[in-house]
């Protein structure tokens, strides 16, 4: 017989499906089964659930009429989109398996009116989380603990008017949080306070809610990079003068959050029958609030001051400073009386008078670059210096007092000049006189005395007592009789001195 050719065996191979020799094709069947088991729909706990659309790790089940998520969910699951349905509770087990993948949760537009506590526990790694335009009333306590990488997320359009101070807790990654078109009465500061509670946190939308008052003066110290995606619009705020000077500032600074929505920032007056626009009350009565300015620092001469550069910049490159006399300060550290610390601001020690000026800082951005300017008042005083002395109105006061002392002494406390007058007695001056003498008198009486005698009387017997009340130690010639209206020209008493600081009498 004749011997079999190779070729022969493989083409009796070929047709009969089986396997050829090197370079025939594999057969058809094998193949397709091959794919579908390597495929990550294709066992059974991966398979795409019904009503659902699945592409590749995405998972669409969006406008399905769906009363709840539906089971088995595949595990490789990335994004899973859920809106558009009826779910309207989110319990605990609706993802009965850990779901390691899944990055990417969609929830809007369910009627979703409860969210149990630990129905994010098999979503460890979950960075965006939308339930929007559902019937949410309360975001209960610790809500979120378990979304330790969640990045963005989702609540507007909701009817949440109550936030539990831990709902938001363990989001150390939390950049984006909407909470617009909500009932929220009162601002959440506990969420910016501090940076400590969202350290990421680069915006925060509360537009369209019910908010009445800010706590204007601690919004005016966060960062200009988080004022500038704060969104305060569309609330029924009450019209004031800081207020006025927050959406200011926010305008010459250019935040987005004030020139996207100017013509929604409005706030009630008791006058006014509509809301008005918070930008129009420069000079409009009755409140007549003026412009304000940004950034005005007073210091005192002598004091350490640190101007801030607070850019609206996020990923700054390079910053440097520019003083008044146009000096650049570029190097941390930095020479002489100027310092550029760490964070970008500008330190100065031991003001001076000339220290007093414009400041200009430079701010490199990633995409475009910012200029901020901080004028610096310096007073030509100290305010507590080491060796200050007393001031004026003090030194003044206490003069004063001293003065009224030593005046009370000299009525009351002047010792007789002899001892043995204190019997004596003398008539009361003329009440001409009395306008005209001292009890102060530092000239001694002039009366002539015998010698031998310490002191002789010259008054009549009915003496009484003398001005204020003192008798009269030495005593004076009686006056003649006046005659007529002009009385003649009165001796002068020795005892009379006009003032308390002369020894030279004035004779009248």
Not at 303 to 315: A, K, Q
Not at 493 to 503: A, I, Q, W
Request: net charge neutral; with cysteine; hydrophobic share 35%.
């Amino acid at each position: 017989p004749r011997p079999q050719h190779p070729c022969d065996t493989v083409g009796q191979s070929t047709a009969m499906g089986g396997t050829g020799g090197p370079g025939s094709p594999l057969p058809l069947m094998p193949l397709l089964l091959a794919l579908v088991l390597l495929s990550p729909w294709g066992s059974a706990s991966g398979s795409c659930p019904s009503r659902c659309v699945c592409a590749s790790n995405i998972l669409s089940c969006s406008q399905a009429v769906l009363t709840s998520v539906p089971t088995p969910l595949p595990r490789f699951t990335a994004v899973l989109d859920l809106s558009h349905n009826n779910v309207s509770r989110l319990r605990a087990d609706w993802a009965p398996g850990r779901l390691a993948h899944l990055h990417a949760l969609l929830l809007s537009h369910n009627g979703l009116s409860f969210v149990s506590t630990e129905a994010f526990a098999h979503v460890p790694h979950l960075r965006h989380l939308d339930l929007s335009s559902n019937r949410l009333r309360v975001l209960e306590e610790n809500l979120f603990s378990d979304l330790a990488e969640l990045e963005v997320l989702l609540l507007y359009n909701n009817e949440i008017s109550t936030v539990d101070r831990t709902a938001f807790d363990n989001l150390s990654r939390l950049r984006k949080l909407y909470l617009g078109q909500n009932r929220i009465a009162r601002f959440p500061l506990e969420l910016l306070r501090d940076g400590s509670r969202l350290p990421q946190l680069a915006l925060l939308d509360l537009s369209a809610n019910r908010l009445r008052s800010l706590p204007v003066g601690e919004l005016q110290a966060l960062p200009a990079w988080l004022r500038d995606r704060l969104y305060l619009h569309g609330n029924p705020l009450t019209c004031d003068c800081p207020l006025f000077q927050l959406v200011a500032r926010g305008r010459r600074r250019r935040l987005s959050a004030v020139m996207d929505f100017q013509e929604e920032l409005r706030c009630s007056l008791p006058t006014a029958p509509a809301p008005v626009g918070i930008l129009a009350l420069a000079g409009r009565q009755p409140l007549n609030c003026s412009e304000a300015r940004e950034a005005v620092l007073e210091a005192h001469l002598g004091d350490s001051v640190t101007l801030s550069c607070d850019t609206r910049l996020r990923g700054v490159r390079s910053r440097h400073w520019v003083t008044p006399g146009g000096e650049r300060v570029l190097e941390e550290g930095g020479n002489g009386s100027a310092a550029l610390l760490a964070n970008g601001s500008l330190q100065l020690r031991a003001l001076r008078p000339e220290d007093a000026g414009t400041y200009a800082c430079w701010v490199a951005g990633p995409l475009l670059n910012e200029t901020l300017y901080v004028e610096l008042v310096v007073h030509n005083f100290t305010l507590h210096g080491p060796h200050d002395t007393l001031n004026t109105a003090y030194t003044t006061l206490v003069g004063c007092i001293l003065s009224v002392v030593l005046v009370l002494i000299y009525l009351y406390l002047t010792p007789c000049r002899c001892c043995c007058c204190r019997g004596t007695e003398k008539p009361p001056a003329p009440r001409d006189d009395s306008i005209n003498s001292s009890v102060l008198s530092a000239t001694p009486n002039h009366a002539a005395g015998v010698p031998g005698e310490p002191c002789r009387s010259h008054s009549a017997s009915t003496a009484g007592p003398g001005q204020n009340g003192r008798f009269k130690v030495g005593g004076s010639p009686q006056l003649p009789p006046r005659h007529g209206p002009k009385a003649q020209r009165k001796v002068s008493d020795p005892d009379s001195v006009s003032s308390v600081f002369s020894d030279t009498p004035i004779v009248v």
